[in-house]
């Protein structure tokens, strides 16, 4: 039976991808910070699950020390919030969003990585974000920017290991998460979609799984634009958003 361990997996896209792979047969390590959550997500004999704060590296090492045997870690869990005033700059926003989805993965990979064999798979959320600037993601998007350089490193100083990396970028996918947004998202799946489409990608070892195909083609394009128009959009839209 193959195992998979998937942080992040108390809600939205983690908590649907864990109940697919169930579904699918594979044995699921859940791991989140709510325990209630995690423990009424299945009663199945081949779930397990454990909670605990990524941010905390001690807490991180003690709950992840006895996973082993894993053909598969999806590093999922993350935060969102936004810059809403960059004159009077959050610092203290910027340092939770980083902590989270940053130093949180991190700490992940530290306790994890010894652990791997070769032949398993590591993937990394990301998000679609990376492709522009976009107003109010200074913090959100630097975070995700982070992961990206990070995976594709990752994936070339562990390939002689025979680890493989997928870095996994999402448009907008309807979770707990972006129901807290207050503007339009377009293009947004639902989290059952975004499942199949992050299953799929992995089950192919893809070294990025950008969705939906839509709205990443336009993102693609935009990102292709000379920087200084791009700026000139964006800028326009900042202000029509303020
Ligand atoms: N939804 C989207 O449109 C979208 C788009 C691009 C990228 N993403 C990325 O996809 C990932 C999942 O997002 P989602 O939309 O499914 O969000 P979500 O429903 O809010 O789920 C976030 C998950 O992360 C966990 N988590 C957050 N902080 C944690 C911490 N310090 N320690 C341990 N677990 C922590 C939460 O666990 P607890 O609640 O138990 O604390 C929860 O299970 C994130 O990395 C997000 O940035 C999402």
């Known amino acids: 039976m193959k195992r998979v361990l998937i942080t992040g997996a108390s809600s939205g896209i983690g908590k649907q991808l864990s109940l697919d792979y169930l579904e699918q047969g594979w044995s699921v390590v859940a791991c989140g910070r709510n325990q209630e959550r995690l423990r009424q997500l299945s009663d199945s004999s081949h779930y397990d699950y454990r909670s605990f704060d990524t941010n905390d590296r001690e807490q991180t090492r003690l709950a992840l020390a006895d996973v082993d045997d894993l053909e598969l870690v999806i590093l999922n869990a993350g935060s969102c919030e936004y810059i809403d005033d960059a004159k009077q700059f959050d610092a203290e926003l910027f340092d939770r969003v980083f902590s989270t989805n940053v130093m949180g993965t991190v700490n992940c990979l530290a306790a994890l990585l010894p652990n791997m064999s070769e032949g398993s ?10 492709f522009l600037p976009l107003t109010r993601a200074e913090a959100y998007g630097a975070s995700k920017a982070a992961l990206d350089y990070l995976t594709r490193t990752l994936a070339v100083d562990l390939d002689h290991q025979g680890i493989s990396l997928s ?25 059952k979609e975004a499942s199949n489409i992050i299953r799929t990608g992995l089950e192919k070892k893809k070294k990025e799984i950008n969705f939906p195909f839509v709205f990443i083609a336009v993102m693609r394009l935009l990102s292709w634009l000379p920087h200084s128009l791009w700026h000139r959009i964006a800028v326009s839209m900042a202000r029509s958003a303020a």
Do not use: H
């Open 167 to 191: 870095l996994i970028r999402p448009g907008f996918v309807d979770t707990p998460l972006t129901q807290l947004n207050d503007f339009p998202m377009p293009g947004r799946i639902g989290v």
């Open 121 to 130: 798979q590591l993937a990394i959320v990301s998000s679609s974000v990376t």
